[in-house]
T-cell receptor, first 115, second 116 residues
Framework: EAQVTQNPRYLITVTGKKLTVTCSQNMNHEYMSWYRQDPGLGLRQIYYSMNVEVTDKGDVPEGYKVSRKEKRNFPLILESPSPNQTSLYFC??????????????FGSGTRLTVV | GESVGLHLPTLSVQEGDNSIINCAYSNSASDYFIWYKQESGKGPQFIIDIRSNMDKRQGQRVTVLLNKTVKHLSLQIAATQPGDSAVYFCAENSLPGYSSASKIIFGSGTRLSIRP
């Protein structure tokens, strides 16, 4: 089944403790992206990647890092999480480098709470 | 600046009736629009899309209308069912330049609830 898999689904952590949220897609998509979803603010892009070793900032990149060493994986790293990073996170992928991003496929989400 | 927004944050519809969800966009250069459905506890799911060279596109029980003159987009759901309960997002594809990745900007969403 074609899908985007995120782990974990739920995570509670403490301020300052580094964490990684994993994302993997099995559709050979070139484009991958991370979004956070907050009440009243909708989906906001954190980082995106056009292909292996090509990443760029989205609208709200502060406090996050990403890497794209393999085509299928796009982990989101929080080096020193803070409470304002408490949110629902989605990874998404779509086919085309340099092409229109028709129809993102989204993961099921990771609900992160930072205390 | 660019923005994609929704007229109503919530919409309550009688089961069996048609639903209409509206969306306004401000970037007149956008030429591709998408509707997503997000059910509770799940990620957004692609429903239907439309390009700016069209004013209407139909899917299974859904129709998207685009009015470029007033920069308005709507999603119509025929014979609304309980399974249609979800948050619906419109999204705008903004292509800043062919050398850059195209970017999808999402609206804040409309919650559709179905009355039995």
């Amino acid at each position: 089944e074609a899908q985007v898999t995120q782990n974990p689904r739920y995570l509670i952590t403490v301020t300052g403790k580094k964490l990684t949220v994993t994302c993997s897609q099995n559709m050979n998509h070139e484009y991958m992206s991370w979004y956070r979803q907050d009440p009243g603010l909708g989906l906001r892009q954190i980082y995106y990647s056009m292909n292996v070793e090509v990443t760029d900032k989205g609208d709200v990149p502060e406090g996050y890092k990403v890497s794209r060493k393999e085509k299928r994986n796009f982990p989101l790293i929080l080096e020193s999480p803070s409470p304002n990073q408490t949110s629902l996170y989605f990874c998404a992928s779509s086919p085309g480098q340099g092409k229109r991003n028709y129809g993102y496929t989204f993961g099921s989400g990771t609900r992160l709470t930072v205390v | 600046g660019e923005s994609v927004g929704l007229h109503l944050p919530t919409l309550s519809v009688q089961e069996g009736d048609n639903s209409i969800i509206n969306c306004a966009y401000s970037n007149s250069a956008s030429d591709y629009f998408i509707w997503y459905k997000q059910e509770s506890g799940k990620g957004p799911q692609f429903i239907i899309d439309i390009r700016s060279n069209m004013d209407k596109r139909q899917g299974q029980r859904v129709t998207v209308l685009l009015n470029k003159t007033v920069k308005h987009l709507s999603l119509q759901i025929a014979a609304t069912q309980p399974g249609d309960s979800a948050v619906y997002f419109c999204a705008e594809n903004s292509l800043p330049g062919y050398s850059s990745a195209s970017k999808i900007i999402f609206g804040s969403g409309t919650r559709l609830s179905i009355r039995p």
